[in-house]
């Protein structure tokens, strides 16, 4: 996966709770068999009504924010369906950075192992980004930091083995592969038991 | 020191640990779907990778089987889909469950049925309903696509340690009261969100009584609730439902096996992280209004009212769900008129739930407005419901009667609720077209959708009579 660091970009304010992952991506496009091409799908039914007509009001049909690469939305971001489709289709779309006050843990894990960085600020700082029109945020995962244009400096918790792996874009099967040895240790004492 | 069972399950699973890393968790089971797994294979093939152990592994195909006429499926990218499945099922040895086999069915209802989940193991699948079989005393969770390449090359996960949370459920439950109320009543009562980074077991008289069919469906549930595993320490119930399936040992074995489960139960005195209590006395059967299944209250009660919630992000969320659903504030749930009814799902598709719905609805007549279906959980329940003459009953009533799948429960298949109509749904998810674009589901117990098939707007099982639910 690509390695992530420092991210410039205007924000996308989606200011709604709860958003499942089922609304992320709909299921009839669950059905490919890759892991790209997911992007024009992206909040489908919010972003475009029966007749596949762009819905004006929904903020990814903002022109504002057309090139946006932050997402920020509220609590609970990726509840429901553990379909990794739905970080797939964030990627794909061109966000890299997710920003709410809280995730669904499958969803978080799930972004994790794509090079997206999901940031949890607490929901004072997240509903004082929802409340800007457009705002350009820098965001360093090294420093650990979102940086407002007016600089405002906002700083987020991580783990540090997720912060590690997401800056050196590392694959984990590798690195587990390095267990080996380990791993067969624990298959010989479970099969002696 | 006294430990939960949680903390059993996960210290004798660890690989290897690190301060500073989360623990290298060993899996027992994994369980394969044909929507969450072709990226992965793919993956292994890509970096030349082998399944580490198909022995541990176990396929089949639920999420997108068509439900009647299984030769011909239409859509071109469901069949490349299902056939993908079989091919790399061939291709890495791993034992499959195929759509003409007499074990296929929703993975979380077969993997208990075959005696694959058992109390102690680590079991994942790609999905998120894989809490199901915590049931059993097993920590069960879903998980992504990357992770399922993970299990298959290496059969471990990296994992932080989740805190443990106790849900205590005291009391008796009362008449036509469910396991499924019991779990809508817990996810409306602490929202869809009060289990994220924990681990939960129910605990209290009122889950000790209960089958394991139905401790099936309250954990099926926990992720409703953000938590990725709920389970329930093994007893003498969960010992007796698993002797003589295929995949448990059987003689002294078994009884050797039936020791080691029980002594797996939270000890005397153990502490959790953080205890929550709900009293039987809350809960009536329940149903929701809205797009999530914390939005959901007791049957005898309206759809709240918008200034009933404090905070501006509920209001908000509260008025968009209800212009949705397309439902008046402060209308009396039983009011809410139904078109559609589904029974199927890998909450509420098992024998039990069809023989529940069979009772209700026997000598009775669908409403001439309702289309209502009934999609066994496998191939398995389907048999031994028509050994019975469930099917007949059904049948009878006007209801549809067909193969097994995850069917309207997703709607991924043809079976598909149409834009702005009302559902009576088994199933678990009510979030915007779940059902279908546009679809308006209801989740609540199979006794109370049964009673809505037939009355065709929602209706309180206790007023409706004689059930035993
Ligand atoms: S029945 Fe529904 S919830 Fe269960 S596995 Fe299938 S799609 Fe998921």
Redesign the interface.
């Known amino acids: 996966m690509e390695p992530i660091n420092e991210i410039n970009s205007v924000i996308t304010p989606l200011n709604q709770k709860n958003v499942d992952t089922d609304q992320i991506i709909s299921k009839e496009f669950l059905k490919r068999i890759e892991r790209t091409g997911f992007g024009k799908y992206l909040f489908y039914h919010w972003r475009f009504d029966a007749n596949d007509e762009p819905i004006k009001d929904f903020v990814l049909n903002d022109e504002r924010y057309k090139d946006s690469t932050i997402l920020v939305a509220h609590d609970n971001f990726g509840c429901g369906s553990s379909r990794e489709h739905a970080p797939w289709s964030i990627l794909d779309y061109g966000f890299r950075v997710v920003i709410a006050p809280s995730f669904a843990d499958i969803f978080y894990s799930n972004c994790m192992k794509n090079g997206i960085l999901p940031i949890k600020l607490s929901v004072d700082e997240v509903e004082s980004l929802l409340s800007k029109d457009v705002y350009d945020v820098a965001v360093n995962l090294e420093a650990q930091t979102v940086t407002g244009v007016d600089g405002v400096v906002y700083s987020f918790d991580i783990d540090p083995y997720q912060k590690n792996m997401l800056l050196n874009g590392w694959d984990e099967i590798s690195l587990t592969f390095q267990y080996e040895d380990k791993i067969k240790a624990y298959e010989d004492k479970v099969a002696q038991a | 020191m006294a430990k939960t069972i949680i903390e059993k399950i996960w210290d004798e699973h660890i690989?290897?640990e690190e301060e500073?890393?989360?623990d290298?968790l060993?899996i027992d089971l994994h369980l394969i779907h044909e929507?969450?797994s072709?990226?992965a294979f793919?993956?292994l093939r890509l970096?030349n990778?082998k399944v580490?152990r198909p022995d541990l592994c176990y396929a089949t195909m639920d999420?997108?089987v068509p439900t009647r006429n299984r030769e011909q499926i239409k859509?071109v990218?469901?069949r490349?889909?299902i056939s993908?499945l079989q091919q790399n099922c061939e291709e890495f040895g791993v034992p499959l469950a195929n759509m003409d086999h007499p074990d296929q069915g929703i993975v979380h209802i077969i993997g208990p049925e075959l005696g694959l989940t058992q109390p102690g193991k680590t079991i994942v699948c790609?999905?998120?309903h894989t809490s199901t079989h915590g049931a059993f005393g097993a920590i069960a969770f879903?998980?992504?696509?990357?992770?399922v390449?993970?299990v298959l090359?290496?059969?471990?996960l990296?994992q932080?340690k989740p805190k443990t949370m106790q849900i205590k459920v005291k009391g008796e439950l009362g008449y036509g009261v469910a396991a499924k109320d019991i779990i809508l009543a817990i996810i409306s009562k602490f929202g869809?969100?009060m289990g994220?980074?924990y681990i939960v077991e129910y605990t209290g008289e009122a889950i000790r009584k209960l089958s394991m069919e139905e401790r099936m469906t309250i954990c099926n549930m926990s992720?409703?609730a953000?938590a990725?595993a709920g389970l329930i320490s093994p007893d003498a119930t969960t010992v007796e439902f698993l002797r003589g399936r295929e995949h448990v040992p059987s003689g002294e074995a078994f009884e050797k096996e039936a020791a080691r489960w029980l002594a797996l139960a939270t000890d005397e005195g153990a502490l959790y992280d953080k205890t929550v209590e709900i009293s039987t006395d809350e809960i009536e059967p329940f149903v929701t209004w809205g797009t999530?299944p914390s939005m959901g209250s007791g049957v005898s009660q309206s759809v709240p009212f918008t200034y009933d919630f404090a905070e501006t992000?509920?209001k908000?969320?509260h008025e968009?769900a209800l212009a949705y659903m397309g439902l008046e504030q402060g209308m009396p749930l039983e009011d809410i008129a139904i078109s559609n009814v589904f029974i199927g799902s890998c909450t509420n598709a098992r024998l039990s739930d069809l023989r529940t719905a069979a009772t209700v609805i026997a000598g009775r007549k669908v409403h001439p407005n309702v289309t209502a279906i009934v999609v066994p959980g496998s191939q398995t329940v389907k048999k031994q419901a028509e050994q019975e003459g469930i099917d007949k009953v059904f049948l009878e009533a006007g209801f549809e009667w067909r193969e097994s799948g995850c069917s309207m429960c997703?709607?991924?298949n043809d079976d598909i609720v149409p834009?702005g109509e009302h559902c009576a749904s088994t199933s678990n998810?009510n979030?915007?077209?779940?059902q279908g674009?546009?679809s308006r589901t209801h989740l609540m117990s199979p006794a109370m959708a049964a009673a809505a098939a037939i009355e065709g707007h929602i209706v309180d099982i206790r007023k409706f009579g004689l059930v035993n639910a």
């Open positions: 690989v290897y500073g890393k989360p290298l060993y929507v969450t072709p990226q793919e993956g970096n990778r580490r999420h997108n859509d990218i469901a490349k889909q993908t790609g999905d998120s879903g998980i992504g696509t990357s992770e390449e993970h090359s290496t059969q471990t990296w932080a869809i969100d994220t980074g992720i409703e953000g990725r999530n992000s509920d908000q969320a968009k997703l709607a991924m834009a998810r979030f915007e077209g779940r674009a546009g």
